[in-house]
């Protein structure tokens, strides 16, 4: 079963660059999201989506866009990237409905902007 | 604004010593609390609690939800060097639109 998967695992890209974080779930999971993770800031929500066709923003949107145009799917990208976008990431999807469910995360993308 | 707060932000005991891990919340519309331990890479589920469900138990973990004081704790009893990553608290929105609000985290170490 491979869950959620993220690609790539790490990057190192220069300041400006633009990149494309890939995220694909299996288990035909409605509600996807992206998380940013910094030391001493736990998980910030920066973009989520409850459907195909359906995003918004989380609690650190900027820099970031995100689309959703199948189920699967949902890539994050950065469109000219700054050191303070240095962190890890992670994609997590989750089914809907009620109680039962919890969220499940990929393996994480270590990004670092020089 | 919803938020999710846990203490202590670290936490350094010795093998078969007793842990809690705290987690206060206020969110506009609770749904349920669920604990992560994450290592190295992705955080891996714990406990979920609800309103209906607030006590679980796993081994040498356990977990309470108080629904009035807007809470959790998660012990830890007979901790292992194992037992040592960041443990997280996140609190499900349930406006539907399935977000979840994370605190920062507590860092356990256990030492041998």
């Known amino acids: 079963n491979a869950g959620v998967t993220q690609t790539p695992k790490f990057q190192v890209l220069k300041t400006g660059q633009s990149m494309t974080l890939q995220c694909a779930q299996d288990?035909?999971?409605?509600?996807m999201s992206w998380y940013r993770q910094d030391p001493g800031m736990g998980l910030r929500l920066i973009h989520y989506?409850?459907?195909?066709?359906?995003?918004d923003q989380g609690e650190v949107p900027n820099g970031y866009n995100v689309s959703r145009s199948t189920t699967e799917d949902f890539p994050l990208r950065l469109l000219s990237a700054a050191p303070s976008q240095t962190s890890v990431y992670f994609c997590?999807?989750?089914?809907?409905?009620?109680?039962?469910?919890?969220?499940?995360f990929g393996e994480g993308s270590w990004l670092t902007v020089v | 604004e919803d938020k999710v707060v846990q203490s202590p932000l670290s936490l350094v005991v010795h093998e078969g010593d007793t842990v809690t891990l705290n987690c206060s919340y206020e969110?506009?519309?609770?749904?349920?609390l669920l604990w992560y331990k994450q290592e190295k890479k992705a955080p891996t589920f714990l406990f979920m609690l609800?309103?209906?469900?607030i006590e679980k138990k796993s081994g040498r973990l356990s977990s309470i939800l108080d629904k009035k004081e807007l809470f959790s704790i998660l012990n830890i009893t007979a901790t292992q060097t194992g037992d040592s990553a960041i443990y997280l608290c996140?609190?499900?929105?349930?406006?539907?639109?399935?977000?979840?609000?994370f605190g920062t985290g507590t860092r356990l170490k256990v030492l041998a």
């Open positions: 969110v506009t519309n609770f749904r349920s």
């Open positions: 609800t309103p209906s469900g």
């Open positions: 996140a609190v499900e929105d349930g406006s539907g639109t399935y977000k979840y609000i």
């Open positions: 997590a999807s989750r089914g809907k409905g009620a109680f039962g469910n919890t969220i499940y």
């Open positions: 989506s409850v459907g195909a066709g359906i995003t």
């Open positions: 288990m035909n999971h409605e509600y």
